[in-house]
């Protein structure tokens, strides 16, 4: 049997330096949909000049962005990669024989090895670091759009776990870490608030020093040299920072109460 056509969906927004070697690494895929935030550089031409269709939405949530990028998608199959994620040859071959049998699992996760500071991170949990299903049919899932960042999902069907792994190169360097961290630690202190989670002081202590042992020495991040212990690290400043925001949104809150 022939392998069935595959949509790739990819969600952007000012991702020039990396956009690129994304879309290269699904130039096999059957069509290219890009969702863009209206970039303000050069990713949606570059998108565009590599055959991507480029459909423009103002950003709302990410579950949101990711359903519209469903909603373009011409075929059956999806393969989804964020724009700091490359198909590797592998997964490839394992997605297309997938795709051309008939009694396959509807939905599968994908591992994704990263390379963070030059290194492959093979402990630590960043590896195989699954994130939501990347291979799926498409009426088989549904993000959930409520969610400001890590969006849940609604599985409507079987599931499986591909054997290849995809690669992804999540930071450029130092700077780049810290304003996405900023950044994601911003919505998840939102979305906290949201769920009507509690605050107690105890989590600015608790919280980063076990995000630091559980990562460094639970998870063996100390296998991984320096790099294993830097992200170990970092990763616990972003739990600090994460609470932080979430305390200080809690008491905005309060305040709202306490003047009604």
Same mark, same amino acid.
């Given at each position: 049997?022939?392998?069935?056509?595959?949509?790739?969906?990819?969600?952007?927004?000012?991702?020039?330096?990396?956009?690129?070697?994304?879309?290269?690494?699904? %130039?096999? !895929?059957?069509?290219?949909?890009?969702?863009?935030?209206?970039?303000?550089?050069?990713?949606?031409?570059?998108?565009?000049?590599?055959?991507?269709?480029?459909?423009?939405? !103002?950003?709302?949530?990410?579950?949101?962005?990711?359903?519209?990028?469903? %909603?373009?998608?011409?075929?059956?199959?999806?393969?989804?990669?964020?724009?700091?994620?490359?198909?590797?040859?592998?997964?490839?071959?394992?997605?297309?024989?997938?795709?051309?049998?008939?009694?396959?699992?509807?939905?599968?996760?994908?591992?994704? +090895?990263?390379?963070?500071?030059?290194?492959?991170? +093979?402990?630590?949990?960043?590896?195989?670091?699954?994130?939501?299903?990347?291979?799926?049919?498409?009426? !088989?899932?549904?993000?959930?759009?409520?969610?400001?960042?890590?969006?849940?999902?609604?599985?409507?069907?079987?599931?499986?776990?591909?054997?290849?792994?995809?690669?992804?190169?999540?930071?450029?360097?130092?700077?780049?870490?810290?304003?996405?961290?900023?950044?994601? %630690?911003?919505?998840?202190?939102?979305?906290?608030?949201?769920?009507?989670?509690?605050?107690?002081?105890?989590?600015?202590?608790?919280?980063? !020093?076990?995000?630091?042992?559980?990562?460094?020495?639970?998870?063996?991040?100390?296998?991984?040299?320096?790099?294993?212990?830097?992200?170990?690290?970092?990763?616990?400043?972003?739990?600090?920072?994460?609470?932080?925001?979430?305390?200080?949104?809690?008491?905005?809150? %309060?305040?709202?109460?306490?003047?009604?």
């Amino acid at each position: 049997m022939n392998s069935q056509k595959i949509s790739a969906v990819i969600l952007s927004y000012n991702n020039e330096k990396e956009i690129g070697r994304c879309i290269d690494s699904l %130039s096999w !895929a059957d069509e290219i949909v890009v969702i863009d935030s209206f970039s303000s550089d050069n990713t949606a031409k570059i998108c565009q000049d590599k055959g991507a269709k480029v459909f423009q939405y !103002a950003f709302t949530t990410f579950g949101k962005m990711r359903n519209l990028g469903l %909603s373009h998608a011409s075929f059956d199959w999806i393969f989804s990669l964020d724009t700091d994620e490359v198909a590797t040859s592998k997964v490839v071959d394992e997605v297309q024989k997938i795709s051309s049998k008939a009694d396959t699992q509807d939905i599968y996760f994908v591992p994704r +090895l990263n390379t963070v500071f030059g290194r492959k991170l +093979l402990h630590g949990g960043w590896f195989p670091d699954y994130r939501q299903p990347q291979f799926f049919r498409k009426k !088989a899932m549904t993000y959930n759009e409520q969610d400001d960042v890590h969006e849940g999902f609604e599985l409507k069907g079987s599931t499986g776990f591909l054997k290849n792994h995809i690669e992804q190169f999540p930071f450029d360097d130092l700077d780049h870490y810290l304003k996405k961290m900023d950044r994601y %630690s911003t919505l998840m202190a939102k979305r906290m608030v949201k769920e009507g989670r509690k605050f107690h002081p105890s989590q600015l202590i608790i919280r980063p !020093a076990f995000t630091f042992f559980k990562r460094y020495f639970f998870r063996g991040g100390f296998r991984d040299g320096f790099q294993g212990f830097l992200m170990a690290k970092l990763y616990s400043g972003y739990t600090f920072e994460k609470y932080a925001k979430f305390w200080e949104l809690k008491s905005q809150e %309060s305040s709202k109460d306490f003047i009604k």
